[in-house]
Every structure is written in C-alpha cells, then in structure tokens.
C-alpha cells in the first residue's frame, strides 16, 4: 500500500509526518534540527530517500542538511570531522554551507548591486537558502534558490555550490529590490519534458526562464500589473510570491503574486488575471491537483498590510476551470476568530489517486485533504510557525 | 591545551556535549583558535565566521577571562590564562530579541 510523507520546516525545527495512502492516522516525528528555522524541506523524486534540508540563524547562518535514509539520518554534506578542509594540492574542498556568488568575468556578467528599500544600490549578500528543488532525475543534483537573489546548483549531493550566475548577469539586476521579508529568490521549476528549461521567481524582482540549462535567463512578466511600479509595462521589479505547474503540463503555470492570481498558457510569455471571484486576490500559496490540471488552489489572505485569512475564516479556495471561478473549502477548518498565514512553499498535493493537499499555517497547523480539497482534517495542530510543506508519495 | 566554550546549537552541529579541546600552536590568537576548532570540526566552518572574509557573525561574541575580545584584530593573543587551559574562550550566541 502507498505511503505519504509529509515534510514540515518551521521556524523552530523540522518534523515529518508519515501515514498510509488513507491518510487517516498519522504518526508525527521531530523536532529535528530544533531551535533552527527551516525554510525548505524537500525530498528527491529520483530516490525518495535523499532528503536535503535548509536549515538556517540569523546567529550562525545557513547549514545544508542531507539524509539518505527517509529522514532517520542526517548529516551535513561537507568534509567529515577530523579530515582536511583542503585538497593535497592545498585546494578548499566543498563546503555545503557556502554559497559564494560567481564574480568571474568568464562565467558571465555577473551584477555586484541590486536596489535596496532606500533605492541606491546595495552589493549582493548572501543570508540563507529559501528554497532546495531537487533534480527531476539525479539524487545528487539539487538547485538553491537563496537571499540575496540567486540561484545555485549542486552535482555532488550538496557537498559544494555553484551559482548559475547568468541570472544575475542578465542585465535588470540593478533595478530588483528586496521585499518585505528580504530579495529571495523562491521557487524554482524544473521542466519534466525539457532538461533545459527551469522556472524561478524572486520577491520582487519578477519570475525568469531559462532554456539552456540555467547560462541565461529571461525575465517572463508580461501581463504582470503592479501598484507600486509606474510603468505598466516593467520588465522587472514585480513582488511574485509562488509559482505552481502541474508536470504533465509543463507550459501552463499559475502565479500567487503579491496582489492578483495569474495564469501563463505559454511557459511565462504572458500572463492574464485569473482572480475572478476570490474575496481577496492578495496570498502567498498557490498549487495544481495533481490529476486534474485545470485544478488550483489559493489561500487568499486579507491584505499586504494585514498577513491573515480574510474574515477570521481559514478558507481553502479551489477553481476547478483553472482560474477566474473559485469555490470555498471550509470543512474542517476554522471559520471564526482564524488569524493565521500561510506561507508560499507551504502548501503541496500527493500522487495518490484521489489527490491529497496539504498546507501549514503561521499558527502551527498542518492540515490535510485526502479528497482534494473536499475536507480537512489536522494532522498537527501546535508546531511552531510553518514554514515550508512537501510531501512525497511512497510505493 | 586549550578549552572552548560553544553555544548549545553549535556543540549539536559539532557533535559534542561540553568543552571542546584544542592544541594550537604558540602564538595562541583569535585566528589560531577558530582555525584549529574549523580544522577539528569542519562543519562548523561558515558558522561562527564567514568563509572568505573570516569577519566574525554579526550576533556571536568572543570572550575570555571576563574580557570581550569580539572586536579584537584577528592576531590579537590571547590571555595566558586561555593559552594554560585555566580558563576557556568562549564563544557566545549574543541575546538578542526581547
């Protein structure tokens, strides 16, 4: 019988939460990592049991852990206790906790500055990894998305980083800006039909594309309207906040930006507002069943200067037309004196045959669907402040 | 030998549970401390100072015998009474928050 691993970062540790394919009893592991925040938790789909984890302090900064056992074991991927950080020729070996942007002039045009919240220009600097997507194909390969904006990759499990510094050097680096909570770049999509083609998108900056395997980007925000940037035409500077594809429709991708929901039927081209009858259009989350990908859901929260559920009611919205039509989803959840968030990586959906959705709240809840979205039911109700939630189907 | 003091989060990361100690070599400084603790315990590297420019963490504090040594140059000695092993040195996650 399938099993569902649910993987939960908070703010104060990791847990993983594991049950059969009813998804009816759960048993609750953790904390791991305690007293760290966890932003990003994900496990490999080329082999379930290589896990990576973010774990980071504004004390001591940013550790990558990895597990190759389904979360019994962990270490961090850099040199063992007691070996030589150095190479015999007395090279540094990889250390899975550094992350240096690329200034080489041979890689690129890498930026040295970006706009800061007084709008000079402020030097790139790195503060922790957002978010870690693992290789559609190679435990080994995982991608970073980090603050201050950039992606990097690894080829050796974690063990060293490499920036795809084309991102940056691209040209518009100068004129993106940190967001509210810092300038992370936050999402990243891998192509299941295009090695080649990856998805990111930074707060604020805008959502990117590649086609070559990460050398060059571009920036994909046509249709994007934001308040706060004069031209309506900006190529960059938009607050994207999560992007979401169903893999059997690599071109078709949906958006939760900062205010508006969209939808792209062109790989990122050009994007149309698909937020119809939301009762706010503002939110951070945004995912697609996984059989049905005309299929989203959003939890709409009520402003950018009110981080909570509109109404004090947790309201899962579901449209079923991809978009512009949306219906509320309340069994199971709060609907009064509700004051929770959810964050953007913190909603996912399983494999399993009747979908299962599941998301976690700023208030500690992990609720979870296994009739897609029809009813929910917690599965913990008293963590610390979800961060991130992934889950992954077992056979 | 010399003896340091971590705070809790980094003992988890190194895998110990009290006092770390350390050989190094005279002259016994600030740098020569956190190279033989980052060389003993590489997983430690990134988290105490950055990795390129070695400038100490913003929140974490140096202390030895009742001195705060955080914003010390790299070279300065330390107390003898560190170099003998009488007292530690002593890394501190500063309290922030309130």
Redesign the interface.
């Known amino acids: 019988m399938s099993k569902v691993r649910v993987l939960v970062g908070t703010r104060k540790g990791a847990f993983i939460l594991t049950s059969d394919g009813k998804r009816e009893k759960w048993d609750v592991s953790g904390p791991l990592f ?3 925040e966890i932003y990003h938790f994900k496990g490999s789909s080329a082999d379930p049991n290589r896990l990576y984890a973010s774990q980071t ?7 990558i852990q990895r597990s190759d056992d389904g979360g019994k074991t962990w270490h ?1 991927p ?8 150095q190479t015999p020729d007395g090279q540094p070996k990889g ?1 899975s ?2 992350f ?1 942007y690329d200034a080489s002039p041979e890689t690129g045009k890498p930026l040295t500055t970006h706009q800061f919240y007084d709008g000079t220009q402020h030097p790139w600097e790195f503060k922790r990894v957002w978010h870690l997507e693992p290789s559609l194909k190679d435990p080994n390969t995982v991608y970073a998305g980090v603050e201050d904006a950039a992606i990097f990759r690894s080829t050796d499990g974690g063990v060293s980083w490499h920036e795809l510094s084309g991102l940056r050097g691209h040209g518009t680096g100068p004129k993106w800006q940190p967001g509210a909570g810092g300038m992370c770049l936050h999402t990243i999509i891998l192509d299941p039909s295009n090695p080649q083609r990856i998805w990111i998108a930074i707060s604020a900056a805008g959502a990117f594309r590649t086609d070559d395997g990460g050398k060059s980007w571009k920036p994909i925000n046509r249709g994007l309207k934001s308040q706060y940037i004069p031209d309506p035409n900006a190529e960059v500077g938009h607050c994207v906040h999560h992007i979401a594809m169903n893999p059997s429709r690599p071109g078709v991708l949906f958006m939760q930006k900062h205010w508006d929901v969209m939808r792209s039927d062109d790989a990122g081209e050009n994007w149309r507002e698909v937020s119809g009858n939301l009762p706010t259009d503002f939110g951070f989350v945004i995912d697609v069943h996984t059989h049905e990908p005309e299929t989203i859901y959003v939890v709409p929260i009520k402003s950018d200067g009110e981080h909570f559920v509109h109404e004090g009611k947790l309201r899962v919205y579901r449209s079923r037309s991809g978009g512009n039509e949306w219906e509320p989803l309340t069994k199971g959840l709060p609907q009064s004196n509700c004051y929770v968030n959810v964050l953007r990586d913190a909603m996912a959906v399983d494999t399993l045959d009747k979908c299962g959705v599941y998301f976690g709240t700023t208030g500690g809840q992990v609720y979870a669907s296994a009739d897609a979205g029809d009813s929910w039911n917690p599965i913990v109700r008293d963590l610390p402040a979800v961060l991130s939630v992934e889950v992954q189907t077992l056979s | 030998m010399i003896r340091v003091v971590l ?1 809790p ?2 003992r ?4 110990v549970t009290g006092d770390v100690e350390l050989e190094v070599d005279s002259p016994v400084t600030l740098r020569s401390v956190l190279d033989a603790l ?6 430690l ?4 100072r950055d ?2 420019t070695l400038q100490r ?1 913003a ?2 504090r140096y202390f030895a015998c009742e001195q705060d040594l955080s914003h010390e140059p790299p070279d300065t000695h330390l107390p003898d009474a560190v170099v003998r092993g009488a007292e530690p040195f002593i890394v501190l ?2 309290i ?1 928050g309130g």
Not at chain 1, 57 to 63: K, L
């Open positions: 305690t007293g760290w302090s504004g004390w001591f900064g940013q550790v961090q850099g040199t063992p206790p007691g070996e030589s950080t250390e906790n550094k240096v | 705070p989060h980094l988890t990361l190194a895998h980052e060389t003993r315990y590489p997983m590297r990134g988290t105490i990795h390129d963490r929140f974490l996650g500063a922030a």
